[in-house]
């Protein structure tokens, strides 16, 4: 089991930034990835970013430029980084270890851009 607790959301207008942490606590090893999703309201969760554990990093096209995974090993923590944030921006955001075999999920936490 993995546990993961997110943190920073909030309501920032558009133009700003906010820096979303995720807490990983557990069974850590097999892990291939860590990575941030979203939800929107009446859409599909989504991926935001990933970043393996050899540290290799992948972005959303829509976010590409303005959004920065990184990870600190000896915290357990990845943070995502959110810059020149647009109203579509606005979701929840769930932070997700990636195994093999299953996949493990925080809470999720809510992110709001204002025009």
């Known amino acids: 089991q993995v546990q993961l607790v997110e943190s920073g959301g909030g309501l920032v207008q558009a133009g700003g930034s906010l820096r979303l942490s995720c807490a990983a606590s557990?069974?850590?090893?097999?892990?291939?990835?860590m990575g941030w999703y979203r939800q929107a309201p009446g859409k599909q969760r989504e991926l935001v970013a990933t970043?393996?554990?050899?540290?290799?990093?992948n972005y959303a096209d829509s976010v590409k430029g303005r959004f920065t995974i990184s990870k600190d090993n000896a915290k357990n923590t990845v943070d995502l980084q959110m810059n020149s944030l647009k109203p579509e921006d606005t979701a929840v955001y769930y932070c997700?270890?990636?195994?093999?075999?299953?996949?493990?999920w925080g809470q999720g936490t809510q992110v709001t851009v204002s025009s």
């Open positions: 557990g069974s850590m090893f097999s892990i291939n990835a």
């Open positions: 997700a270890a990636l195994k093999t075999r299953k996949n493990y």
């Open positions: 970043i393996t554990s050899g540290g290799s990093t």
